[in-house]
Nanobody
Framework: QMTLAESGGGLVQAGGSLRLSCAAS????????MGWYRQTPGTQREWVAT???????DYADSVKGRFTISRDNAKNMIYLQMNSLKPEDTAVYFC????????WGQGTQVTVSP
């Protein structure tokens, strides 16, 4: 019913910035909570940030003050602005609908070099 597609990942030096995008299709995001998770090989998928349908954000302690989640309902997209990146942020980043957690994208790789 819903398809999500992440983009914007890449290789960046520590201290740099990246902006991830997630394009949704099939269903509108306007009445859904949305979020970002990340995962490294052999680890459980980790919560990064969420935003409610009313655009109220929440963040994991590890990214507070550095990452910003936002949504553009007109474009049916969500974003993750990542500043002051650290090597520990290296992971595959996924977006999801937090209204049921039924839909996930393919992920986009973020690599932060020291």
């Amino acid at each position: 019913q819903m398809t999500l597609a992440e983009s914007g990942g890449g290789l960046v030096q520590a201290g740099g910035s990246l902006r991830l995008s997630c394009a949704a299709s099939g269903r509108t995001i306007s009445d859904r909570g949305m979020g970002w998770y990340r995962q490294t090989p052999g680890t459980q998928r980790e919560w990064v940030a969420t935003t409610t349908k009313d655009n109220r954000p929440d963040y994991a302690d590890s990214v507070k003050g550095r990452f910003t989640i936002s949504r553009d309902n007109a474009k049916n997209m969500i974003y993750l602005q990542m500043n002051s990146l650290k090597p520990e942020d290296t992971a595959v980043y996924f977006c999801t609908s937090t209204t049921g957690y039924q839909y996930w994208g393919q992920g986009t790789q973020v690599t932060v070099s020291p």
